[in-house]
């Protein structure tokens, strides 16, 4: 069985500090890196004192073999409206960002690799047990 791995800013982010993730990367066939979460690592690199650093860093990552990043598509903006109006009626906001990443690992039918326990009020996303 294939496994996609979709990580979440804060797994790259734990990845990379401390090596938390590790396994589930090194199983993964595929491992994905959403636009957004792309963006979020972006800001947070260049508020930090090591950009240049964690520029390189990320771009030697996306030239692996197995690393892609994933685009917005309509099919993620259609997913993206079905967890918002789920989320919404259920009374359970997530931040914007967080809801964009859970669709786009729905899409790819990845699991997501995350330390946010605010996705389990997704109940069609596979999240990642380390």
Not at 28 to 37: D, E, G, H, S, Y
Not at 94 to 119: K, M, V, Y
Request: with cysteine; glycine share 6%.
């Amino acid at each position: 069985m294939e496994l996609n791995l979709v990580l979440d800013t804060n797994a790259y982010s734990d990845w990379r500090r401390s090596g938390r993730w590790h396994s589930n990367i090194a199983l993964a066939n595929r491992v994905i890196l959403p636009v957004v979460v792309l963006g979020e690592l972006l800001h947070g690199f260049r508020k930090g004192t090591v950009f240049e650093q964690n520029l390189g860093n990320l771009r030697a990552f996306l030239k692996e073999p197995q690393v892609e990043v994933m685009p917005v598509t309509l099919r993620t903006a259609e997913i993206y409206s079905e967890f918002l109006l789920h989320l919404q009626t259920q009374g359970t906001p997530i931040p914007t960002n967080d809801i964009w990443i859970a669709a786009i690992a729905h899409q790819c039918r990845g699991e997501l690799a995350t330390r946010d326990s605010h996705f389990i009020s997704l109940p069609l996303l596979d999240l990642a047990v380390e």
